[in-house]
T-cell receptor, first 117, second 114 residues
């Protein structure tokens, strides 16, 4: 079956521009996560969506970052007024939420490499 | 609070030699622990996980890891390295059942010398 897909695979933008990154989770997965992978900071959690619950935005680094998930499926991560320090690989993951008594494996997409010039 | 420390950002081994990648964690509650592998230009793939059952965990591609509570460690091993094992490996921790936020180590890049 299809895994998590992300688009674009690469994005080059100029400082100050807005960018949108897209994630298509595995069909049937109710939970969706965004992570950022950068040279200086490693892998960092950004945001988590689960069903119709309010998202956990605790990892977003600034108010220039926002994300939404439409119809409980596709998610878009938006970065406004991009800065050079936003350059990183943005990874999306999804999981089936099986309840509090189990760990629900996160399946990762290939990532979007963002370069801010 | 929880954190993960991976010793060695880069490890080189000869083909056929033992692979040992080190991971230590700190967690206020019994954790779930994971090893992920990332090949160039690809996402993360789960190698194996510890979720409070057997302390010796076997994963894919011949890898295994042992949870040692007394040492707060979860080192990854493979008896004999293969060229295809060259990749970056990440150790990660989650607080426990029902938790979802993975905290990752900085990663260890494994090179395999023919």
């Amino acid at each position: 079956g299809a895994g998590v897909s992300q688009s674009p695979s690469n994005k080059v933008t100029e400082k100050g521009k807005d960018v949108e990154l897209r994630c298509d989770p595995i069909s049937g997965h109710t939970a969706l996560y965004w992570y950022r992978q950068s040279l200086g900071q490693g892998l960092e959690f950004l945001i988590y969506f689960q069903g119709n619950s309010a998202p956990d935005k605790s990892g977003l680094p600034s108010d220039r970052f926002s994300a939404e998930r439409t119809g409980g499926s596709v998610s878009t991560l938006t970065i406004q007024r991009t800065q050079q320090e936003d350059s990183a690989v943005y990874l999306c993951a999804s999981s089936f939420l099986g309840g509090s008594s189990s760990y629900n494996e996160q399946f990762f997409g290939p990532g979007t490499r963002l370069t801010v010039l | 609070a929880q954190s993960v420390t991976q010793l060695g950002s880069h490890v080189s081994v000869s083909e056929g030699a033992l692979v040992l990648l080190r991971c230590n964690y700190s967690s206020s509650v019994p954790p779930y622990l994971f090893w992920y592998v990332q090949y160039p230009n690809q996402g993360l793939q789960l190698l194996l996980k510890y979720t409070s059952a057997a302390t010796l965990v076997k994963g894919i591609n011949g890898f295994e890891a042992e949870f040692k509570k007394s040492e707060t460690s979860f080192h990854l091993t493979k008896p004999s390295a293969h060229m295809s094992d060259a990749a970056e490996y990440f150790c990660a921790v989650v607080l426990g059942a029902g938790s979802y936020q993975l905290t990752f180590g900085k990663g260890t890049k494994l090179s395999v010398i023919p």
